[in-house]
């Protein structure tokens, strides 16, 4: 009985061993499999980590390809002439490979192509870049497509990139006092850097602040944009809404005149010193290059050239009526303009000449240039001194009712500045505020609703002699470009002492563009005359060398309405001018699918 309990008990103790030896060989395989899969785990992870590192790394590259592209910009304003002409995303463009010891990595194409590396990286990081630049000549904008990579991952970024210019602000100005050629009285010799009296000096640079026809912005004054002045600042409680910067570098950064009240500045951090003067160009003569038939670079084709005093009337349907009677060439064929044609699509000559003037459509994204009547005698639209066109007469000077231009008669007549605005008297006001009007001056009269994208430049003025307006705020974009001064006209008469306006007591005036006056100033004619006329609303961009006033305290000329245009941040009026020194800005920012793959295939 006892050996049999024994051996009983001999058994449960094998069968509890077998029972643990499994458990232990069960839990041993558990183990087994959970380590597998933890290192299978972190394995994976660390896969995970490189490729978002890598991820992550390759959209850093693409950025690191902009700012490299804008760097060439900085250093070559011309540089968007260059790209990789077999590349899709360049179509439309007119781009070179550069070569020699400008060859650029980053154009390369294809999985035999090159890359350029990210600096420091070690090679590790690379990225190319696609150019188009097929709008550049006509709105100022390049678009580049910029790819990344590091290790397996790539990443592609679409960037518009626009030069910074006069219409990056509401109103910009060089000089914050009034233009010397218009001011009644001049300003004295230490407000100018040498005793030539040619350079006038800053606010910031040891001008007087008295005896220089400082010009300061009233506390009527609003300001619904950005605002930048080369000068320091003069403000009499304005409100500016908008960013405020000057290349003065000295806090405040504006000069509040004794008396005044403190100024409103919206935008915290403003205004604010934003680095040296950015400079004005010394004419648009560049502009009358885009009227010439021999130049590549006039793209899509040369804009239209007209001579001496002309009227342009827009008619909201996207045309112009235009007269102007000293034009026989509106394109030239070279530099000396020796050689030109007259196309029909800048005006019928005959039909230009005459009182009825030409009608044709805008040039499209074009520049219309307004030239002085050339005294050399082989430039083809050559007047002698001794002749005029048929039915032409002009006053240039004397106290005469018709002081200016006309052309025809009667019913039929048109013509500035003419007998409309000088009538008599001994103290009769020239158009010039001066003495004399210059009868074959490059002058431009213009007026009307505007359906298109153009420039309007002159070598002398512009006179606005009515509202200019957009048929379509979205579409249409204009520029005005003066050599001289940009005028709003204002006419009036005299009878003895007493000043009287031509028109109505009130006149708004409404101008839709982006205005620049090169070498002179934005001005209202006789603002310190006269009664109120009204509102001048600007809708766009002012910029000018000297300050232009538009009215006075005592109730005279108009009152300010100024408003940016906010299209001008991402473009421009066709060709329009930009400062002498520039850099280019990003605008908009895309993520894009990939261009390429890691080996450099196109995807």
Known sequence: MKRQRTAAMRMAHGSERGAALVLVIGISTMLAILM???????????????????????????????DEYQSRLSNDTTYYRFGNPESTFSTGSDVTLPSGAETNPAFGLGTGGTWAEVSGSSGR???????????????????????????????????????????????????????????????????????????????????PTSGCNEIRFAAMDTLNGPVHSNDTILSCGAKFTGAVTTANNVSPYYRKPSGCGDSSFTLAGYPRYSGGVIGMPATNSQ????????????????????????????????????????????????????????????????????????????????????????????????????????GFTCVSSGSTSSRGWTLGSGSNESGYPGKQAWI????????????????????????????????????????????????????????????????????????????????????????????LSV??????QNYDKGTSRGTLTVNGAIAQKYRGPVATTGGTGYAKDYKYDERFKFKAPPKFLNPVTTTYGVTTWVETAAAFKADGAAR
């Open 125 to 207: 990081a690379r990225f190319r870049y696609e150019v188009d630049s097929s709008t550049y000549l006509t709105t100022g904008r390049i678009r580049l497509r910029s790819t990344g990579n590091v290790g397996n991952a790539t990443r592609s970024i679409v960037a518009d990139l626009k030069q910074q210019g006069f219409i990056d602000f509401l109103y910009f100005t060089d000089y914050e006092v009034q233009d010397p050629s218009v001011a009644t009285s001049a300003p004295s010799a230490s407000c100018y850097t040498d005793s030539t009296k040619t350079v006038l000096k800053y606010g910031w640079d040891s001008r």
């Open 424 to 515: 008599g008297g001994s103290g009769d006001e020239s158009v010039t505020s001066g003495t004399t009007y210059g009868c074959r001056n490059g002058d431009v009269f213009v007026k009307g609703a505007f359906d298109g994208a153009a420039t309007i430049a002159a070598e002398n003025y512009i006179f606005v002699v009515g509202d200019i307006t957009y048929v379509d705020d979205q579409t249409d974009i204009l520029g005005l470009v003066g050599n001289n001064a940009v005028w709003v006209w204002n006419p009036l008469y005299t009878r003895g002492r007493n000043y009287y306006q031509v028109y109505s007591a009130q006149q708004p005036r409404r101008i839709d563009a982006a205005i």
């Open 287 to 390: 502009l009358k290059k885009e009227t010439r038939t021999d130049l590549a670079e006039t793209v899509p084709r040369p804009g239209c050239l007209y001579t001496g005093p002309t009227q342009m009337t827009f008619t909201g349907d996207g045309k112009v009526n235009i007269k102007s009677p000293f034009t026989k060439k509106t394109r030239i064929s070279n530099d000396a303009a020796t050689e030109g044609t007259a196309p029909a699509e800048c005006g019928n000559i005959a039909q230009l000449q005459s009182p009825a003037g030409a009608t044709i459509e805008i040039p499209a994204n074009n520049v219309m240039y307004v030239q002085n009547v050339p005294a050399i005698s082989s430039d083809v639209n050559y007047w002698s001194a001794s002749s005029n066109p048929s």
């Open 36 to 66: 597998t899969g933890l290192v299978a785990i972190s394995v994976n992870g660390m896969r995970q980590a490189t490729s978002d590192s890598n991820w992550n790394a390759a959209l850093s590259a693409a950025y690191a390809g902009i």
């Open 519 to 524: 070498a002179h100033t934005f001005m209202v």
